[in-house]
């Protein structure tokens, strides 16, 4: 059965319906596309014609970034280090000389059963006659008159030696309790060497507050600078919009998108942030490789800011930069845009 001309009629009109709707989107898309590229390129003229205000802005964005790095960076070593120097403590406890290696292992099975101790390491007599001789093997006058008399009367003066490493260095109490009170060790330890439990713990907690000041007085200079940076793209775009706002009337005449007139004011303060970001992040890079064989010198711990820059996570660190820097000139550019805008 043939179908009426109405039905006919109807068909032909949905499809030519679907195929204007295809064409519209497409068309769309396009003119999306070109609005974007239009954005760009008005934001990117934007920041050529205000080249000084743009250049001022760029710097102390970048200053403020680096500000940041440095903080962040302060904060890691300085922990790291004061971590590093807590591992490397040891208390050794002194014993009477020519105490048997076994009366020093019945110590250690004593001392081990303290959950704080983490490892016991103990040198008779001999033994710590004999680390003597490794750490003088240069001075030849100290070598040349150690006979075997000298060796014997050494052996009868050194004490013997317990080194403990532990968890956790700032809770010794029932360690000392053990090693002070114990009759077990108080019938072993010398009387006129006293166990070592503060050694480093004035530095530690020297660079403990070291890092606690880094990161809270490079916070508060990064916000000082962050403010800065936020004033300074804010003028930057207020000054922006008043030197364009015969364009930006004739735009709204002609029914441009609020997107559009928008738009390129965040370009600008975005490109001033990748700048930033890109600056920031290659000056502290070099920086910090300037200076960490110094840092190095001065037993600072850098190790772990030197893995993340001399691997894959460099590129993020440089992302990181950017990104940053990018928020800083968006932000700043709408808080700008949003206020003044509307009075061009």
């Not at 080194?163 to 108080?186: A, C, H, M, P, T």
């Not at 070099?286 to 960490?292: D, M, T, V």
């Not at 590129?315 to 800083?328: E, R, S, T, W």
């Amino acid at each position: 059965m043939s179908k009426s001309p109405e039905a006919e009629k109807e068909k032909k009109l949905k499809k030519a319906s679907k195929k204007n709707l295809h064409t519209m989107q497409k068309t769309r898309k396009r003119h999306i596309v070109r609005e974007r590229v239009r954005i760009v390129k008005y934001g990117t003229r934007g920041f050529t014609r205000n080249i000084w205000l743009s250049s001022a802005a760029t710097a102390v964005m970048a200053i403020t970034l680096m500000i940041l790095f440095v903080t962040i960076v302060a904060s890691v070593i300085l922990t790291s280090t004061a971590e590093m120097m807590k591992d490397k403590i040891d208390i050794t406890i002194y014993f009477k000389p020519n105490t048997s290696a076994e009366e020093l292992s019945m110590l250690t099975n004593e001392i081990s059963k303290d959950a704080n101790v983490k490892h016991v390491e103990t040198s008779t007599s001999e033994e710590e006659y004999e680390k003597f001789l490794e750490e003088n093997q240069g001075s030849d006058d100290i070598l040349n008159i150690l006979d075997e008399d000298m060796k014997k009367m050494m052996i009868d003066k050194m004490q013997a030696t317990m080194r403990i490493k532990v968890y956790d260095v700032d809770n010794l109490d029932s360690i000392k309790e053990i090693v002070e009170e114990g009759e077990l060790f108080r019938g072993y330890t010398d009387k006129e060497m006293v166990p070592t439990y503060d050694v480093n713990r004035a530095e530690i907690a020297t660079i403990t507050s070291w890092a606690r000041i880094a990161r809270t007085g490079g916070m508060i200079l990064a916000a000082v600078f962050l403010v800065i940076s936020i004033l300074i793209i804010f003028s930057t775009i207020r000054m922006a919009i008043f030197s364009r706002r015969e364009e930006i009337y004739m735009m709204k005449l002609v029914g441009a998108d609020k997107s559009f007139i928008r738009g390129p004011f965040i370009i600008e303060a975005e490109i001033c942030g990748i700048i930033a970001g890109l600056i920031a992040a290659t000056a502290s890079y070099f920086g910090f490789r300037f200076l960490a064989p110094k840092l190095v010198n001065y037993g600072i711990n850098v190790d772990v800011i030197n893995n993340v820059l001399e691997s894959n996570q460099l590129l993020f660190v440089f992302l990181a930069f950017i990104i940053a820097g990018v928020l800083i000139g968006s932000i700043s550019a709408r808080l700008a845009v949003s206020r003044y805008l509307h009075k061009a």
